[in-house]
C-alpha cells in the first residue's frame, strides 16, 4: 500500500488525531505494520507524532490538544491559556494550560507543550465547547480565573501569582460564586472564595481611582 494512499485513507476519516490501533483496523492491517506506516508518513511530514500510538494531522488546532492527550479522562483548556482567549490577559502563554480529573503531567509535542493539572471531579465543569463535533473544551471566564484560585492552593508554584486581569462584559460574579459553592473540601472553598472575594474588591478599588483599564 502506498503511503500517499494510506495518507489519502486516513485523511477522510476527517479526525484531528488518529490513534496507531484506530489507523490498523480502519486499514484491516496489524498494529505493528499500522505504526510502521504512520512513522514513515511522519517522517514525509504529513502527520505528526504527539505521544506514543497518537498521530496528529498538521491543521490540528493546538488548543484541541490537550482532550487527546489525557484520553481517557476527560480535560479542558483552563487556567492562563484560557484567561488569554477570552482577552482577560495580554501576555500568550508559552505553554497551553488545561485542568483535567487526570493526572498532573507535563507533554512535549512538536505542536505545543501541554501542561495539565488535576483537579476534583466535583469540580470538573464550567467550560464551552468549540470546534468540529465540540472537541475542543476551553474553560469559561469565570471557571479560567477560578481554577487559578483553586490551583494556587496546591504544591504547585505556578498559579500564586495571579497576572493583571481585565474582566470582561460577560463575566458574572454570582455565576463564579455559585462555582465555588460545588467544591467539595471545606477548606478549600473557604480559600477560593477568598482569593476570589480580594480579587473583586482590588477591581472595585482600581475602578473607584480610576487605574482599572
Known amino acids: 500500500m502506498k503511503l500517499i ?14 490513534q496507531t ?14 505504526n510502521k506506516l504512520l512513522s514513515r508518513i511522519s517522517k514525509a511530514n ?6 506514543q500510538g497518537m498521530w496528529a494531522f498538521h491543521d490540528i ?18 487556567l492562563q491559556t484560557a484567561l488569554y482567549f477570552h482577552n482577560m490577559i495580554s501576555q500568550i502563554p508559552n505553554i497551553i494550560y488545561a485542568v ?5 503531567k507535563v ?16 469540580f470538573y465543569f464550567g467550560f464551552l465547547e468549540k470546534g468540529i463535533d465540540g472537541l475542543l473544551k476551553i474553560a ?17 508554584r505556578l498559579f500564586k501569582t495571579l497576572p493583571e486581569v481585565e474582566l470582561p462584559k460577560n463575566f458574572k460574579i454570582s455565576v463564579a460564586n455559585k462555582m465555588i459553592e460545588k467544591i467539595t ?18 477591581i472595585k478599588i482600581n475602578r473607584k481611582h480610576g487605574n482599572w483599564r
Open 5 to 18: 494512499d494510506v495518507y489519502a485513507k486516513l485523511k477522510k476519516l476527517n479526525l484531528p488525531v488518529i
Open 61 to 78: 488546532d493546538p488548543l484541541a490538544l490537550p482532550g487527546f492527550l489525557t484520553s481517557p479522562f476527560p480535560s479542558y483548556v483552563s
Open 140 to 156: 469559561s471566564p469565570e471557571k479560567a480565573l477560578l481554577d487559578i484560585f483553586y490551583l494556587s492552593q496546591t504544591k504547585t
Open 107 to 122: 507533554y512535549k509535542t512538536p505542536i505545543a507543550d501541554v501542561s495539565i493539572h488535576h483537579i476534583h471531579p466535583s
Open 100 to 104: 483535567s480529573v487526570g493526572r498532573t
Open 21 to 34: 490501533n484506530d489507523a490498523g483496523a480502519y486499514l484491516d492491517i496489524s498494529v505493528n505494520h499500522a
Open 185 to 202: 473540601s471545606v477548606r478549600k472553598r473557604t480559600l477560593v472564595q477568598h482569593s476570589f472575594s480580594e480579587f473583586i474588591d482590588s
Open 46 to 51: 504529513q502527520i505528526i507524532h504527539i505521544k
